[in-house]
């Protein structure tokens, strides 16, 4: 009965490998399937449905010391919207990597008041969002909502069609962004930084254009970053 009140993921199955630590409770970053491990016939992570991946790791609330972690093995920014809006936390990191690729993906959860908030039924809160990833990872994607694993072809698309739905600051850079298709109750906004796809999705879908104006980015990576950033509890659009 003990393990009727463990959370899951704490009880290792496998918990070695060639005499190393082998993490059970890493997940698919496109299905959150649970991720089988390395083995003798293949040596890279592997998801039931979508075959080889690099793992999702399990959300954490933001630290210094997990801060400082992520970053140095990022080889993608962990951007950090900066100043923080006003009354906006922290309220999450999640990142997709293992010992053979490195971290090839980041998100960032931020969490603060919905400035749309016009009826009492509307949410209090909105969320925001902040994926750097490599592509065909399939994070942002999941997170949007969308089945595409990769957001190359609809952003030409948008493109195509019209001027940037919003711009914001990446690293000194300013990044123009689409908007794509996602789930009803988000807005995806989706482009390129430092080489790799940036995706902002915010919530509710209404608050995007506010939350996102002036919006300004510093990656974690980089020396001098702030080490005082207002952290939260979990959110739980980060699984
Ligand atoms: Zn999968």
Known sequence: ????????????????????RVPTDLRCPRCLRSARPPSWRSPSWHCDLHGGIVPLHPARVLDPAQMRDVASSAKV?????????????????????????????????LTGP????????????AE???????????LGPRLAGTDDIDP?????????????????????HAVPLWCLPSATDRAAYVGEAASVWLWLIVLPAQAGALALDGLRMLDLRDPGHPLDVPAGALTPLLR
């Open 1 to 20: 009965m003990e393990s009727a009140v463990k959370p899951p993921g704490l009880t290792p199955r496998r918990p070695f490998r060639d005499g190393r």
């Open 77 to 109: 920014p962990v951007w950090l919207p900066w100043p923080l809006p006003t009354d906006w936390v922290v309220t999450g990191l999640q990142r997709v990597g293992d010992d053979r690729e490195g971290t090839v993906a980041t998100v960032l959860a």
């Open 114 to 125: 919905n400035p749309f908030r016009a009826a009492k039924e509307d949410p209090l809160t």
């Open 128 to 138: 925001l969002l902040v994926v750097a990833e490599q592509p065909g990872i399939g």
């Open 152 to 172: 190359g072809p609809a952003l030409t698309a948008a493109m195509a069609e019209s001027s940037p739905h919003a711009v914001v600051e990446a690293g000194g």
